[in-house]
């Protein structure tokens, strides 16, 4: 099993920016696709980007495409969400997830691990 821990999440003006990052510990040896999803007030969770187990590859939402970018480190355990260019529809609780396998998973069944949510408000 791994823990994952959210942090940098916060209260921005539209049009700035945020960069979110996650901390994986306890097995961190195996092979973990990590993305990040996100929940808005009264709405479903939705996929927002992932990357596969190198960094090689990633996918992002069509809906923060050019401008959220994801990022993994592998040697510190971690992987960051940059923000950019921000709207108030970003507005979310945002979670990061991991799942076993190579691959930049873009559906949530994939993942098996889940942080606790960092909130993200973007002002108008």
């Known amino acids: 099993q791994i823990q994952l821990a959210e942090s940098g999440g916060g209260l921005v003006q539209a049009g700035g920016s945020l960069r979110l990052s996650c901390a994986a510990s306890?097995?961190?040896?195996?092979?973990?696709?990590m993305g990040w999803f996100r929940q808005a007030p009264g709405k479903e969770r939705e996929f927002v980007a992932a990357i596969n187990y190198s960094g090689g590859t990633t996918n992002t939402a069509d809906s923060v495409k050019g401008r959220f970018t994801i990022s993994r480190d592998n040697a510190k355990n971690t992987v960051d969400l940059q923000m950019f260019s921000l709207k108030p529809e970003d507005t979310a609780v945002y979670y990061c997830?991991?799942?076993?396998?190579?691959?930049?998973?873009?559906?949530?069944?994939?993942?098996?691990?889940w942080g606790q949510g960092t909130q993200v408000t973007v002002s108008s």
């Open positions: 306890g097995r961190t040896s195996r092979t973990y696709a």
């Open positions: 997830a991991a799942g076993l396998g190579v691959n930049a998973f873009t559906v949530e069944s994939r993942y098996a691990y």
